[in-house]
């Protein structure tokens, strides 16, 4: 039973209507779809301003209480909302729904963490901007957590460093104490910097730290964000959608090197045909007839041109692909089995309104387990290999796996997915996918796979291929941010 000192506290913080007790929410947060074991939390509380915030991570300073920050709504697939420890407390972000400034010139929006992509496509679209998106994030996704998770966006054009979108952050460390990074830092706050034309758009600082980039892909472990500055781009004036199938990845990602050395286009995206049929259809009957009539490979590619002359700047692009892919044996369509490449460009831009009730990874089974890392484009074979070895060996349907290759940083490397569909009421089915995911991590870490995100899934397994001196310095800097490690403890193979 939650305390009621610590109880009556945090009512005076947030309210009674914002500390939430009852079993029901309780069991909501204690687990997600992920194969971590549920814990059920102490209590959910719901701040609404970071001065709250503050005072939230100062009394669990004071009476050494667990927190968890939450700020997408549900599914969750990963663990890392899911505490590790008994006694915590859930802080819900989803109240903080401001968006505190589009910056058109910059573009810049400054968010906090309750914003989700359909919210701020809304928003931007008034001023003639449009968000950098990952691939069809559900639309309960937070926009702060998912930069700061670094989750890959489908436009490599826009992604010139790991941190990208991000710019800056406002955290409320673990130690209680406030901080902003890069350009937030000052002078003065936020509204004397706008007077004098900043605008919070480069995550360097303060000096040459990079304090933005410290609190990326750690999960909550060293304090909760209240507000970031997120890039986007201009709304395009002009677009056009292509889908290029082949029975061949290779080609496909030569054609994709190509595209990405000559800075063409916008999207640009390899799914298998599993992945694409459950990002088109509804229920498992569909996407298995889709699938099974599709080639095994599919580029998504879009070329979407603003400013001045759009249609001349599209005009060249559109022939630059043809000649490129007619070089590597392939054919940019504009349609493909019936399936408009408009309208899946539509639908990946969030253009579309949602013909679909649930989302896109749970329509084929009801359930999915994601294994991603990070890798470059011309090693993706060598591992698709791999799993597909794998598969065999544990009699799991290599046609049920979705894949998902996306080129980040310039094209300069990817990050590589791979979906493992289930149905989670079969509990041997469940079994064996746990056993499969395990066993594939372990094995692409062997040939070269980099872990870059070490949710709870990876991190059992990932730490005996941690160098020592990074996990040293790892937990010297959680000291340092965190004494008393109230901050989602557990979740790091470090912390």
């Not at 209480?65 to 549900?74: D, H, I, M, N, R």
């Not at 989700?116 to 809304?122: D, I, N």
Request: aromatic fraction near 10%; glycine fraction near 6%.
């Amino acid at each position: 039973m939650l305390s009621k000192l610590l109880e009556e506290e945090l009512i005076n913080i947030v309210g009674a209507e914002n500390v939430l007790t009852d079993a029901p929410t309780l069991e909501q947060y204690s687990k997600d779809m992920s194969f971590v074991p549920p814990m059920r939390p102490r209590c959910v509380v719901k701040p609404k301003t970071s001065d709250e915030i503050q005072k939230i991570v100062k009394l669990a300073n004071k009476t050494l209480t667990p927190l968890v920050a939450v700020s997408s709504g549900p599914p969750h697939f990963r663990g890392d909302t899911v505490p590790s420890v008994g006694g915590a407390v859930i802080v819900d972000l989803s109240r903080m729904k401001r968006i505190i400034r589009i910056d058109r010139r910059n573009r810049v929006v400054l968010v906090e963490p309750g914003v989700t992509f359909p919210e701020l496509a809304q928003a931007l679209a008034k001023e003639d901007l449009a968000p950098l998106l990952p691939l069809l994030p559900r639309s309960t996704k937070s926009v702060v957590t998912s930069a700061l998770e670094t989750d890959p966006i489908i436009l490599p054009k826009y992604h010139w460093d790991v941190q990208d979108p991000l710019r800056c952050v406002e955290i409320i460390f673990g130690n209680g104490e406030l901080f902003r990074s890069g350009d937030a830092v000052g002078p003065g706050d936020l509204e004397d910097q706008w007077k004098v034309g900043k605008a919070q758009s480069r995550g360097l600082g303060p000096a040459s730290i990079d304090f933005t980039k410290l609190v990326q892909r750690v999960q909550g472990t060293l304090g909760i964000v209240t507000w970031a500055s997120i890039g986007c781009r201009p709304l395009p004036k002009v677009k056009e959608a292509y889908i290029i199938p082949s029975e061949n990845l290779e080609s496909l990602i030569e054609l994709a090197y190509k595209i990405l050395w000559r800075r063409l286009g916008a999207v640009c995206l390899i799914l298998n045909n599993c992945n694409f049929a459950c990002i088109l259809k509804e229920d498992g009957q569909s996407i298995e007839r889709l699938r099974e009539n599709l080639p095994s490979w599919l580029l998504l590619f879009t070329i979407e041109t603003s400013g001045l002359y759009p249609d001349k700047k599209l005009e060249y692009q559109r022939s630059e692909l043809i000649s490129l892919s007619q070089f590597f044996g392939l054919e940019p369509l504009s349609t493909v089995f019936g399936i408009s490449a408009e309208e899946v460009m539509k639908l990946i831009h969030g253009e579309l309104p949602s013909a679909h009730s649930s989302y896109w990874k749970l329509r084929f089974k009801g359930s999915c387990q994601e294994v991603f890392f990070t890798t470059t484009l011309n090693r993706v074979p060598e591992f698709v290999k791999k799993v597909f070895e794998l598969a065999g060996l544990y009699k799991f349907v290599t046609k049920d796996i979705g894949i998902y290759i996306q080129p980040i940083v310039q094209g300069t490397s990817c990050h590589c997915e791979f979906d493992l569909y289930y149905d989670p009421q079969n509990l041997e089915e469940a079994n064996l996918v746990k056993n499969f995911s395990y066993e594939m991590i372990r094995a692409l870490i062997k040939i070269g796979a980099f872990f870059a995100r070490p949710y709870p899934i990876f991190k059992d397994i990932a730490i005996s291929y941690v160098a020592a001196p990074y996990i040293i310095t790892a937990r010297k800097i959680k000291s340092i941010f965190d004494p008393n490690n109230i901050m989602n403890p557990g979740k790091l193979y470090f912390m």
